[in-house]
């Protein structure tokens, strides 16, 4: 399977050549154009079956949609475009383990990862990001989407992440809400409220703009429906 | 301390390295990731009555973030970044002052001050607000839009579009006008503009937020 990701970073879109046999997840809704051979099973997405409802239940807590697409090509193999609703980029990496990707960056992955809305605890409730992660492991290609566009930070120690920056970890990093600053005052007029801390070793993607943001600004301007 | 803009035009951030004891200061929830042991300090926006005027009249905060460096802490770290995605330019001030409009500021370093200034009933009309920003003073400072940054030298009278003005250096005076005569005016979509009058430079953005609104609501 090769993975070309094309017109980064505000139009990026993923282009993918797969052999027969080879098989992407993706959330339902990416898929942009396709093989005319291509097969497409719409299931609640479980590892290699039909998956189970309550994984389904799960994932739409988590910002992604109830049902997820696997893709398989026909004899000759194919091609498969995904691209995503909001303005920004693309990320693929090979994952070997665990990876955790915020609800609604998840895109796509190939078929040997298994999907899942992993439950954080309570502290995500607060961190400004979907109630649920999806999780992500095994090894395997995956796509992620952004708002804005995406930059990588090696945390060796401790690094911290506004609320609604954060696109995707890894599964070796742990993660914290607490207060911007030193104090409540700090978090609550300053602006930048709660945050996300990390720590430990380890890869964290971070997207350039916060969604939140621009619909706020632009929210006023709209009529009311 | 080193800054670097990247991601330019279209989803451009501050990307800012700090050494022990120095300190930016940001625009409020502009930050998007930092360093942890990185300090926060939450002031007032050029003191409490003048910060709640830029609240209410000017669009800006009424608080803003300093990020300081602990002295006895390592090489810090700070990304920050604008609600809207689009361009950021850098300004280097030097005992010198500017004219932002609401919004566009981002962040600054140095001996920089930031000041409201009355920009007048036309401006309002012309959706630039009531209060202008003025930056002044020594250092940089960094100021956002929507779209890409032009730069433009004007000498004499310039016209520009409501809500495509970002900021002008403090030789230029607005005032609002018509793009034409009334009938071009109001028929030919270009309406209310601002007219630049002197000598300095001002900086435009492509898009214009207002508009993709406009757009958007015929859908809604």
């Not at chain 1, 990026?12 to 997840?25: D, F, L």
């Not at chain 1, 492991?137 to 992440?161: L, P, W």
């Not at chain 2, 390592?74 to 919004?103: C, H, M, R, Y």
Request: net charge neutral.
């Amino acid at each position: 399977m090769n993975i070309e990701l094309l017109h980064r970073p505000a139009n990026a879109v993923a282009k993918i050549t797969m052999s027969s046999g080879e098989k992407i997840i993706s959330e339902a809704g990416a898929m942009i154009a396709m093989s005319e051979d291509m097969s497409v099973v719409t299931s609640k997405y479980a590892k290699g079956g039909s998956g189970g409802f309550l994984k389904g239940i799960k994932r739409l807590f988590a910002g992604e949609n109830f049902f997820m697409n696997r893709f398989s090509p026909g004899p000759n193999g194919g091609e498969l475009y995904l691209g995503t609703s909001s303005m920004g980029d693309l990320m693929t990496r090979k994952i070997d383990g665990e990876f955790i990707v915020q609800g609604g960056s998840f895109v796509a992955c190939e078929d040997t990862i298994d999907v899942d809305a992993s439950w954080q605890g309570f502290k995500s409730l607060f961190s400004g990001e979907s109630t649920f992660w999806v999780k992500l492991s095994g090894t395997g290609q995956v796509i992620v989407n952004s708002f804005g566009a995406i930059y990588e930070v090696d945390v060796n120690d401790t690094y911290t992440v506004d609320t609604g920056h954060i696109v995707a970890f890894e599964e070796t990093l742990d993660f914290s809400v607490r207060k911007a600053g030193g104090s409540w005052i700090s978090a609550i007029f300053g602006g930048e409220g709660l945050v996300c801390e990390f720590n430990g070793k380890g890869k964290v993607y971070c997207q350039s703009h916060n969604q939140n943001n621009f619909g706020y600004s632009l929210a006023p301007m709209l009529k009311e429906v | 301390m080193k800054t670097e803009i990247k991601f330019k035009p279209g989803f451009a951030v501050v990307h800012v390295k700090l050494q022990p004891g120095e300190t930016i200061t940001a625009e409020s929830d502009a930050m998007a990731s930092m360093s942890s042991h990185l300090q926060i300090k939450t002031k007032f926006n050029g003191g409490f009555f003048r910060g709640l005027i830029k609240k209410f009249f000017g669009s800006e905060s009424l608080f803003i973030n300093d990020f300081t460096c602990p002295i006895n802490g390592k090489e810090a770290e700070l990304v920050l970044t604008q609600p809207t995605p689009g361009d950021i330019w850098e300004l280097e001030l030097n005992n010198s002052s500017f004219f932002l409009q609401p919004g566009a500021y981002i962040a600054h370093s140095g001996n920089v001050t930031l000041g409201v200034k009355w920009a007048g009933i036309g401006s309002w009309i012309n959706k630039e607000g009531l209060f202008k920003l003025e930056v002044k003073g020594t250092g940089k400072v960094f100021f956002g839009a929507y779209g890409c940054i032009i730069k433009r030298k004007v000498t004499g009278d310039f016209i520009v579009d409501s809500g495509h003005l970002v900021g002008y250096s403090k030789g230029i005076t607005m005032s609002m006008g018509l793009a034409g005569g009334i009938f071009s005016s109001f028929f030919g979509g270009e309406g209310i503009v601002s007219r630049l009058k002197g000598d300095g430079e001002i900086y435009l953005q492509t898009r214009n937020l207002s508009a993709l609104a406009t757009l958007t609501n015929k859908y809604l």
